[in-house]
């Protein structure tokens, strides 16, 4: 199969060459006025052989951007991806690798102890009946117990 470059970073990725669990550095984007914005791929699930269901994917997206500011002053965003195998964070200007896993893994125990899912209600959620707080920390769970495989990307 050829494959043809595309506009978007995560696209182009040899999906078949990654080996989930892990944390990788997708990207730098400088402004114009010097500030730069960076994207990491954090990945929970093995693609297109595993996925986060939508309840836990979601609470869990709800619990890691709310807990993850109380880490990280510099984060601008933490979004789900769409094919449900992990997420995009982005930060501005500040590239410290070990730091992001550092707050990834705090954030992560912040989920754990979490007794509910912040913004689970009609009026601060557009999908509030579709969340999963036992889901969210199951997932989290998995994945810190996994800490060690977070900087390794690529399959061996």
């Known amino acids: 199969m050829v494959k043809e470059k595309t506009n978007v970073e995560s696209f182009d990725l040899d999906h078949t060459k990654v080996a989930a669990p892990y944390v990788r550095l ?3 984007k400088e402004g114009v ?3 730069v914005v960076v994207k990491y791929d954090i990945r929970f699930k093995q693609p297109n052989k ?3 269901e939508m309840p836990a994917l ?3 997206e709800h619990l890691m951007a709310d807990r993850i500011r109380n880490h990280a002053d510099y ?3 933490l979004s789900p991806m769409g094919c449900q195998t992990g997420f995009y964070l982005s930060v501005i200007n500040h590239d410290h ?3 992001i896993l550092d707050v990834l893994e705090k954030t992560l125990q912040d989920v754990l102890a979490a007794e509910a ?3 689970c209600n009609e009026v601060q959620c557009g999908w509030a009946a579709s969340h999963s707080l036992e889901g969210a920390q199951q997932l989290a769970r998995e994945f810190l117990d ?3 495989e977070w900087p390794n990307v690529f399959v061996q």
Do not use: F, N, Q, T
């Open 26 to 28: 997708a990207g730098k």
């Open 117 to 119: 899912v912040p913004a």
């Open 75 to 77: 984060v601008v965003d």
């Open 50 to 52: 595993a996925h986060m």
């Open 33 to 35: 006025h010097g500030d």
């Open 97 to 99: 690798y070990e730091e």
């Open 58 to 60: 979601h609470s869990l």
């Open 146 to 148: 996994k800490r060690a």
